[in-house]
């Protein structure tokens, strides 16, 4: 792990002439794939076409619940990185995600894009943690930072807790991100989910979708309408090719929850 306080990663990390330093760093904290700052979980080498879908944001209904309708149709199972804010509000829908057979996952309370630089994201991760397991029951074992976000101090906390640092290797622009010009149709999203899939040899990915946006809940970006139309296409693409869906705990081989969360 680099061993630097907040204050040197925040002064590198503003571009300030510090070059490659600075590339690094930001590499560590903002790429999915990075190990940088330590170990975190992207997807594993395997010979078997092992495929883990994931959902952020949620719950957020009435799409959580679509996607669920899906995932049952299609005997498959999956992870779901619940906003603790968004538990508190659609607490139901939050159970049901969890009686129907799926893994939750901590994607901490606010969903602030950037509380990995802050030294208020380790009470973020607590506090949603214990919103979960006080509507669930369960303390989640995975934890998935915001947008996929790292500090080295943040790492360091959630490895002391016990959390497992969870990413992802796929991914396609169903949050439409102003950096992505188009709209794409729920055929190209999962034509181009497949055809990264493929790429992959050898390698059990970890999918990245949204069933939420944030802790938004009824605006035109908490629409998750193209995930809902392209998750049936997506699973049967990847079905025709031989893939398996299995959970992120199922591909890792680690236990889903914990006994108990230390505060």
């Not at 990390?13 to 999915?32: E, M, R, S």
């Not at 719950?59 to 804010?85: C, H, M, R, W």
């Not at 996952?105 to 919103?131: F, P």
Request: glycine share 8%; net charge negative.
């Amino acid at each position: 792990m680099v061993a630097i306080t907040r204050r040197q990663f925040i002064k590198i990390a503003g571009l300030t002439g510090a070059g490659f330093g600075a590339a690094v760093l930001l590499y560590g904290y903002a790429a999915p794939t990075s190990t940088v700052f330590g170990a975190s979980y992207s997807g594993t080498r395997t010979k078997d076409k092992f495929v883990a879908l994931t959902f952020d944001d949620g719950p957020n209904e009435p799409y959580t619940s679509q996607v669920l309708d899906i995932l049952d149709q299609f005997g498959v199972k999956a992870t779901f990185f619940l906003v603790g804010k968004n538990v508190e509000l659609e607490p139901a829908t939050a159970q049901a995600t969890l009686s129907r057979g799926h893994v939750i996952g901590n994607h901490t309370y606010s969903h602030n894009a950037n509380h990995a630089l802050t030294s208020e994201g380790e009470h973020d991760i607590a506090r949603a943690e214990r919103v979960i397991h006080e509507t669930l029951g369960v303390y989640p074992h995975l934890y998935r930072p915001p947008h996929g976000k790292k500090s080295p101090w943040e790492m360091d906390y959630t490895r002391k807790h016990g959390l497992a640092e969870i990413e992802w290797d796929i991914s396609q622009n169903d949050q439409h991100r102003d950096l992505d010009f188009g709209k794409p149709d729920p055929t190209q999203f999962s034509q181009a989910i497949i055809e990264k899939v493929s790429d992959r040899s050898e390698r059990g990915s970890v999918i990245l979708l949204h069933d939420g946006f944030g802790t938004q809940h009824g605006t035109v970006k908490a629409n998750k309408s193209l995930t809902v139309a392209a998750l049936p296409l997506i699973l049967e693409g990847l079905q025709k090719q031989g893939c398996v869906f299995v959970t992120v705990t199922e591909l890792l081989k680690i236990e889903p929850y914990t006994t108990n969360f230390s505060f």
